[in-house]
């Protein structure tokens, strides 16, 4: 035992390690990658760098804003890579800044020409305007905008204002013309999100002509503050600390502890403060001070601040031509329109691959179980649920059907806290039992169970996913879903809502792992079965796609049975704290991540076990906070022709060269290298196959 | 046979179960879901003698959690059973009450040998497997909170049954008096459990092994069942192999690579207590395999509910097993089983031909069948005080499946069929029984004093006996040619409290055989 615990010490070396932040730079400088991609379709490539600045607004204001809490209480614990929380800012901070040049090139060199040639011109500058196009913003700022705009002026009397987490605004420097002219005032105008940021402007010479709101404020900011001189106008915009601070256990009621600190996430602490190049010095002064923001975390911006507006800019009526047909799923083999669902479950069980495969038979599995005079129970688990869900709906109408409904609401799913609330209030008055899950820990588990009173008993059916219940993120998301109703399957979903409502937990489980208690032992223990078979000259090897891998005990388990002669396949998406490559350590290691038109999101799990290969399908990911903080599932695919459907699908994204990046040594990705082999991109295939199939 | 569903409650000493049984012809009896609190009322029943206000509380806000569970499954019917930690309140009456109130679920406070005969079933419903390890000598070890039972087999046959104080929540108060490192503390219970253990083996066991031990209980359980999925075993282990699971159990499950992140470890000491316990069990006793079915008290409450519904092919007939108890507690006091067989045979013709005016049921019989088997234990202590001591000896005597009230009904019978029989006043308010006992104990002891009668101390003289009732008459012929004198003297006395009871008139009738 004493020996065991030595050599897997030696698997602990922190220089085998990355740090799981910037990793998760390197994931979004391959989805810049895909704005940069002249294969993607026009609108496509703007999709993509609006993501990326979502992306990293909601990377600065959790991730980054732990880190600087952690700074801020003198925490020095390194990370599994042997950082310390300084050093990890200061090296965000540095891959940050080149991120954004690249972002905003993109934009600049790329996207932009290419746009003017498409026939559509980003007015970026108003004094750009044309005469006619000038006076129809100027009539629009008199008619739309002024109304709705409240501007701030900062002096002795008015301290300086409360400026929103992620809202958009024009600082200015103004002076009293009454006054002496070297003493300016801040003032401040926040850009109103009730209107759209991307103006049209009127058509002419066969081009479309959009300006930015803000463009248009700056132009008649004089407007505002009459009885002022503008000195100077630039837009600014901040990110805060967002990250909620929940005390569980002493909270009363974890609906309203959750109602407080959202409100609170308005005065975090500013982390970012982004201004356009060449802003007037003296008013990034009044900036820096005020919100209280340091030099390295001040981005300088050559375009348009905030590039989420590109979405915004994707969604324009007329350029169809340049963006890809939009993606229809196709209906599931098995379930056939019109069918019972139950029927049909009950003829075998059923895997679904979302995007590819339709998301409504899960959306008819409540459905049709909220008005079947024979269901007895409904329970859900809710993470994150679209706007107008039609979940939400079915659930609240089986509860005034009669049935017992009950829904786990993950209040603390991060930026959905407030949407959740509103489903909890909703469900609860539909007189649905809501519970809140476990003290402590998020239920990010995605599970349904209907209890059905049958002929010949009492049957359970269940679906199990990878994905949220969610029929928006279902057309975008790549998921897979499992309908059984094998009574294993449905005692284990029983226990698990039964440990959720706050019951103890089963005996033992018959197929699922459940999180946080045995889930990543039963990782390990598959990993290590693995190992054991190498080591005896078996046949192993492993197959994993996670969106995530970072979990330090998990990756020295890959490292110590690849070194034992397990070959090892991993699909991840997004950050990997495994390096690859590394002599005498993780050499039959290799790691490839895709980025694609869909988010690549379904966790699968592929052991060969000396030739009865498992394949089993998860919510969580190899990450600490699945493994550890959150109630998460592992179910296994056992119908031989299902394990064979999952296992296609790691080997079509093992065999994809176009959107597939192979991991680096060092740690950067490339591309696959696609000579001398077939071009095959594995979404495209799996869209073309769900179609075949149907 | 449509689909029946019934649930079990148990409001144990240190957690509550809530567990849905479903009843069809395909599948007989099938739990479907299983709702389980930890709540532990033990500890302050056991320390401070009642249950303090924020336990009953959380008690009924889980029991109203189980009913609408049990409303979500449109259960038929439920038995919510309550154990020691509510038995052994001081205000039992007051809690049971407060819990009815508000929750609406009532709750049946088992004594401790229905608790275990509960559990005995529940093995039992393991079938099969359940009837062939008792076809060899066998040991059924019940671990609770409050005290160990240990009940013996042979060849299918309740050889003994016995309550020692060994519970584990009492084992744990005992370690807690005492600091200590785990070594010490498992020097201090083996001394404990052996002091207790060796008197029992000696006196019960003679000094011979058992093969089987089974084991009943909440705390290894559990892992075991956890065991037997990991390694697909069977549901048996030899004292060896549980032996070399010690550090298992003590670890929760946890095996090799310590460095694993672990399950938390809950109720770790009851564990080690519960694992030491079957250890020197299995090592006292000789027993070679130790068999765990993994059942609870709710799967024997599940079971009997479907055994008196005839829901349940049931292969194993529990009503011997109680007479089996009461003839070795006969055998301890040298009782006659020749003239116990007798009395047993005259009483039950006597009950069967009353039925309609008697109106008892199969209960009852087994009651009536019970106390002619036990009916002149107080000899051995006393001839002269025969009543009064046969009365104590079944009062503190536990019988595997009897209640407390049963036994009382039961001692009382034996008390009055020696003696003239005490009214109301005197049997009810000084036994605390209610009308309803009392009167069956006043039918019972009609029929035993008159079946007595007809024994008359001496032997059996009758080669066979025939009862039958007309309207108000009941004719009781004998077939012997033996003299009948002093039996007709004894009979008449009996008589008449016989017809006081049921307004017939019992007659004795000879017959002689003529060669």
Avoid at chain 1, 343 to 355: S, V
Avoid at chain 2, 336 to 346: A, F, G, Y
Wanted: glycine content about 6%; aromatic content about 8%.
């Amino acid at each position: 035992m004493k020996q065991e615990a030595t050599e897997r010490e030696t698997f602990l070396n922190p220089e085998y390690y990355r740090n799981r932040e910037l990793s998760w730079l390197q994931f979004n400088r391959r989805v810049l990658l895909e704005a940069r991609d002249k294969h993607n379709p026009l609108f496509e490539r703007l999709k993509f760098l609006s993501i990326t600045a979502s992306n990293l607004d909601e990377f600065f204001m959790v991730r980054v804003a732990s880190l600087q809490d952690m700074v801020n209480a003198g925490y020095q614990k390194r990370d599994i890579a042997g950082m310390s929380p300084k050093e990890q800012l200061e090296k965000i901070s540095k891959v940050t800044h080149e991120l954004v040049q690249l972002q905003y090139r993109t934009y600049n060199r790329s996207l932009i020409p290419l746009l003017i040639q498409s026939g559509l011109q980003v007015v970026g500058r108003h004094e750009d305007l044309t005469k006619e196009q000038a006076d129809y913003a100027d009539r629009y700022f008199e008619e739309t905008v002024y109304p709705v705009l409240t501007p701030m002026a900062v002096d002795s009397s008015r301290p300086f204002p409360l400026v929103r987490n992620k809202s958009l605004n024009i600082g200015a420097l103004i002076n009293d013309k009454k006054k002496n002219k070297k003493e300016v005032e801040f003032a401040m105008v926040q850009v109103p999100g009730v209107l759209p940021r991307v103006v049209l402007l009127p058509a002419g010479n066969g081009q479309r002509s959009v300006i930015l709101l803000e463009e248009i404020i700056e132009r008649n900011i004089g407007k505002l503050f009459l009885n002022y001189n503008i000195v100077c106008t630039y837009p600014f915009r901040i990110m805060r600390n967002a990250d909620l601070t929940i005390e569980e256990d002493e909270a009363e009621d974890l609906l309203k502890e959750i109602e407080k600190q959202i409100r609170k996430r308005q005065w975090g602490q500013v982390i970012r403060l982004e201004v356009e190049e060449g802003i007037d010095k003296k008013l990034l002064k009044v900036l820096k001070e005020s919100l209280e923001v340091s030099g390295e975390n001040i981005y300088f911006i050559d375009g348009p601040l905030d590039l989420t507006v590109l979405m915004k800019m994707y969604g324009l009526e007329g350029f169809d031509h340049l963006k890809k047909p939009p993606h229809v799923p196709a209906p599931v083999p098995e379930i056939k329109e019109g069918e019972d669902i139950f029927e049909c479950i009950r003829r075998g069980d059923i895997l679904m691959h979302h995007p590819y495969q339709t998301f409504t038979p899960v959306v008819n599995f409540i459905r049709q179980a909220s008005s079947d005079e024979d269901v007895l129970a409904i329970k859900q688990t809710l993470y994150r649920v679209s706007g107008n869900s039609p979940i939400i709906s079915a659930l609240e109408q089986a509860a005034e059907n009669g049935k017992q409904v009950t829904v786990l609401v993950e209040l603390k799913a991060r930026f959905d806290e407030e949407n959740n609330i509103v489903w909890a209030k909703r469900l609860e008055q539909a007189g649905c039992h809501v519970i809140y899950g476990l003290v402590g820990l998020k239920t990010h588990s995605k599970i349904t169970l209907v209890v059905r009173k049958e002929e010949d008993g009492i049957r359970r059916y269940v679906h199990l996913g990878t994905g949220n219940y969610n029929d928006a993120t279902a057309k975008l998301y790549t998921d897979v879903g499992l309908f059984t109703c094998k009574e294993a399957y449905g005692e284990d979903a029983t226990a698990v809502f039964n440990m959720l409502s706050g019951y103890s937990e089963p005996v033992s489980w018959n197929k699922l792992s459940v999180a946080p208690q045995w889930l990543k032992r039963r990782f390990l223990q598959l990993i290590y079965r693995e190992g054991e078979h190498a080591g005896k000259g078996r046949k192993a090897r492993i197959i994993a796609k996670v969106n995530s891998l970072c979990d330090r005990d998990v990756i020295a388990a890959l490292y110590e049975v690849s070194c034992k002669g397990v070959e090892i396949d991993l699909i991840v998406r997004g950050i990997c704290s495994l390096k690859t490559g590394i002599p005498g350590i993780s050499e039959n290691i290799r790691v490839r991540s895709i980025v694609g038109d869909f988010l690549e999101h379904s966790r699968i799990f592929y052991f060969e076990n000396n030739g009865s290969w498992e394949v089993y399908a998860s919510s969580a990911d190899w990450m600490p906070r699945n493994l550890e903080r959150r109630v998460e599932l592992l179910f296994p695919i056992e119908d031989q022709r299902l394990k064979r459907k999952a296992y296609h699908i790691l080997e079509g994204e093992l065999r994809d060269t176009i959107k597939a990046s192979l991991m680096q040594p060092d740690g950067s990705y490339e591309k696959v290298d696609r000579r001398g082999k077939e071009a095959y991109h594995s979404q495209e295939a799996f869209t073309r196959e769900a179609r075949e199939e149907r | 046979m449509g689909i029946r569903i019934f649930a079990a409650i148990d409001v144990g000493s240190f957690e509550l179960t809530c567990r849905i049984f479903e009843y069809t012809a395909k599948n007989g009896m099938k739990a479907i879901d299983t709702l389980r609190y930890q709540l532990d009322l033990g500890n302050d029943t056991f320390t401070m003698g009642k249950i303090g206000k924020d336990k009953l509380d959380e008690l009924c806000s889980v029991l109203l959690s189980f009913r609408d569970a049990m409303r979500s499954y449109r259960v038929d019917t439920y038995r919510a059973c309550g154990t020691s930690a509510i038995r052994e309140t001081e205000n039992t009456m007051i809690l049971l009450d407060q819990i009815t109130q508000r929750t609406g679920i009532k709750i049946e406070v088992l004594s401790n040998s229905e608790q275990r005969f509960l559990n005995y079933k529940a093995a039992a419903s393991k079938g099969q497997e359940f009837r062939k390890i008792l076809e060899k000598k066998t040991a059924i070890l019940d671990i609770g909170g409050g005290s160990i039972q240990i009940s013996l087999f042979h060849e299918d046959t309740l050889t003994s049954t016995q309550n020692i104080g060994l519970g584990v929540l009492r084992l744990r108060e005992l370690l807690e008096r005492f600091a200590g490192n785990r070594e010490k503390h498992e020097r201090l219970l083996t001394e404990a459990i052996d002091g207790e253990l060796i008197s029992f083996q000696r006196l019960y066991l003679k000094n011979k092994n058992v093969e089987h031990m089974v084991l009943i209980d909440d705390y290894i359980s559990p892992r075991m069942v956890r065991l037997q999925k990991q390694k697909m075993q069977g549901m048996s282990m030899t004292y060896q192999q549980f032996c070399e699971n010690g550090e298992y159990f003590r670890n929760n499950g946890r095996v090799g690579r310590e460095w694993l992140p672990e399950i938390y470890e809950e109720g770790a000491d009851q564990v080690f207590i519960a694992s030491l316990l079957i250890r020197r069990c299995m090592k006292l006793m000789g027993a070679k395999v130790l068999w765990t079915p993994g059942v609870t008290l709710c799967d024997g409450i599940g079971y009997e509910y479907g055994q008196k519904k005839g829901l349940l092919e049931v292969g194993h007939d529990f009503e011997q097993d109680i007479l089996a108890c009461a003839l070795q507690i006969s055998k301890r006091y040298q009782g006659s089983p020749s003239q116990e067989e007798t009395l047993e045979t005259v009483c039950l013709l006597i009950f069967d031909s009353m039925k309609k005016i008697h109106g008892l049921n199969k209960r009852e019989r087994l009651l009536l069948r019970l106390s002619a088997i036990l009916h002149d234990c107080g000899k051995y202590i006393s001839i002269a005080n025969m009543a009064e001591c046969s009365y104590q000896i079944v009062l503190s005597t536990e019988m595997i499946g009897l209640s407390h009230r049963e036994r009382e009904m039961v001692a009382n019978i034996i008390r009055y069929h020696q003696k003239p029989f005490g009214y109301y006043e005197e049997v009810g308010a000084a036994a605390s029984l209610d009308r309803e006992a009392y009167m069956k104990i006043a039918k019972l002891t009609a029929i035993l004093k008159l079946g007595s009668a007809l024994d008359g101390g001496q032997g059996r003289k009758f080669e066979d006996v025939r009862v039958v009732r007309k309207e108000n008459l009941l004719m009781i012929t004998v077939h012997t040619n033996e003299d009948m004198t002093r039996e007709r003297g004894l009979f008449e006395r009996q008589a008449d409290f016989f017809e006081e009871v049921y307004s017939i008139r019992p007659l004795l009738r000879q017959k002689k055989t003529v060669y």
